[in-house]
């Protein structure tokens, strides 16, 4: 087994202050060396799981690229209109939990039309 440190939103904050405030939690998965695949997928099966289906990553000249299967969220909201909380919840949780990762510098989300633009 080993240790993942994965960053979650910090609720307390994120309903007065800031939705882009994150908190450090640590879990313990099977040995593996695909450690941000492992992070992303654990984000999407509770974190972030409202925002889509996360299908995978790949990491381009240090940029880590994670794909979503689906355009909408879950509940059919289309990922282009979500609210900036929404957006800050998503950028920030990803961008914090995969650049502790020393080959990662930045984060980009797609879905099956292309890269997300917020």
Do not use: W
């Not at 609720?11 to 879990?27: G, Y």
């Not at 240090?62 to 800050?88: D, F, M, Q, R, W």
Request: contains cysteine.
């Amino acid at each position: 087994m080993m240790t993942l440190n994965l960053f979650i939103q910090n609720k307390e904050i994120a309903r007065t202050r800031d939705c882009a405030v994150t908190q450090m939690i640590t879990v313990e998965v099977p040995k593996t060396l695909a450690v941000a695949d492992v992070s992303v997928r654990i984000l999407f099966e509770d974190e972030l799981a409202q925002y889509g289906k996360y299908k995978n990553a790949t990491l381009e000249n240090g940029v880590a690229k994670v794909y979503l299967e689906s355009t909408t969220t879950l509940n059919g909201k289309p990922l282009i209109s979500l609210s900036s909380c929404e957006i800050g919840h998503i950028q920030s949780v990803l961008r914090d939990t995969l650049t502790q990762y020393e080959t990662i510098k930045s984060v980009e989300l797609y879905s099956p039309r292309g890269r997300v633009e917020f």
